[in-house]
């Protein structure tokens, strides 16, 4: 029994007993568990993404790719051109133009038009004020300021230049 003291009058609280279901998971199962998620884990998922995918706890995701011998991704951002080389999902963003879809950086449906759009009016030799004049003309959005500006999209100019967004064929990747 409890005692509960409200004011100066003592109650006294049943205690209630809840019955507990034990659920045995056998050894083959375990296995099968650890293995889908080592596999998860090297197709590029982060630790939370397999934890609700699987409806488990992200450290039960993180100890059974530990008994696993897995090494886990570094968890501290690397410079972004770097994050590309590694394949698996990161905690910073993509640059312009890109997203990550099922682990993996891809060409962003909403944004990668646009980037076709700047590179082209790059190459036909627009300048940076007048890109970005005809972005605001069209109505298009920047990924998170209410208008382009001449800095936003030299930025984007400066990856083409550097080559860390290249392009095969009709296709720009990153590197």
């Known amino acids: 029994m409890q005692v509960v003291k409200n004011g100066s009058q003592n109650h006294i609280l049943p205690e209630r007993r809840q019955a507990h279901r034990i659920i045995e998971i056998s050894d083959a199962e375990k296995q099968r568990i650890s293995e889908t998620i080592v596999e998860m884990y090297r197709k590029g998922h982060s630790l939370p993404d397999i934890a609700k995918l699987l409806g488990k706890a992200k450290d039960t995701v993180r100890t059974a790719l530990l008994k696993a011998g897995i090494e886990l991704r570094p968890s501290v951002a690397l410079p972004v051109h770097a994050t590309w080389r590694d394949p698996g999902k990161r905690n910073i963003r993509p640059y312009y133009g890109f997203c990550y879809f099922q682990g993996r950086v891809a060409p962003d449906p909403r944004e990668y038009d646009n980037l076709l759009l700047i590179h082209r009016l ?12 005809m972005l605001n003309e069209k109505r298009i959005p920047g990924r998170s300021a209410s208008s ?13 230049e550097d080559g860390i967004i290249s392009i095969k064929g009709d296709q720009y990747e990153l590197r």
């Open 122 to 133: 790059w190459k036909k030799g627009t300048n940076p004020n007048r890109i970005a004049d």
């Open 148 to 160: 382009w500006n001449r800095n936003s999209v030299v930025l984007i100019l400066k990856r083409f």
